[in-house]
């Protein structure tokens, strides 16, 4: 069964403005007692079920986040400088690749009877993204060097000795 448009209100306000607060979703949405109503509306099986799809709706893929990283560890200036040398992120191309700016920041400063434009432009570490992308892809192990090999026989007796001793019990 569909939900009518109260109870999609309830969600929409559920999910948004009211940040998961049920009793504040109902009384956003137009219910006359939203404590009761909150909590009731959130054990609807359809209001449930509605809530759960549309937060997995919101959340990003494995393969988004990768692209998203891909993108950053790729990223150079070249999308926000123009013809002429200067930081320009008016231009298509710029906008679209406004998602790898960091921070961005402009400065006007006096100079003589003029002013001079300083603008500033920080991309994402592309490093940093690298690292996390070699992650993902078990590119990067870490590996433990045991120098004393009697620590090394004795760690190895320890764990024989619990194998059998729980061998026992079964």
């Not at 990283?69 to 191309?93: C, E, R, Y």
């Not at 590996?143 to 061998?167: H, I, P, T, W």
């Amino acid at each position: 069964m569909g939900l009518n448009s109260k109870q999609e209100a309830f969600v929409n306000y559920y999910l948004g403005e009211a940040k998961f607060n049920a009793t504040r979703a109902a009384r956003l949405a137009g219910y006359g007692s939203p404590h009761s109503y909150g909590q009731q509306l959130l054990e609807n099986i359809d209001v449930h079920a509605r809530v759960q799809e549309r937060l997995s709706e919101l959340q990003l893929s494995a393969d988004a986040v990768l692209i998203g990283l891909a993108a950053q560890a790729n990223s150079d200036m070249s999308a926000f400088v123009d013809h002429k040398g200067k930081i320009d992120v008016t231009t298509p191309w710029a906008r679209e690749n406004l998602k790898l700016v960091k921070r961005y920041k402009t400065k006007v400063m006096a100079c003589g009877e003029g002013e001079i434009l300083e603008t500033e432009v920080e991309l994402y570490d592309a490093q940093a993204a690298l690292v996390a992308v070699g992650r993902a892809h078990k590119l990067f192990t870490d590996k433990v060097q045991v120098e004393n090999d009697a620590a090394l026989s004795e760690l190895r007796e320890f764990l024989s000795g619990k194998a059998q001793a729980s061998g026992d019990t079964d």
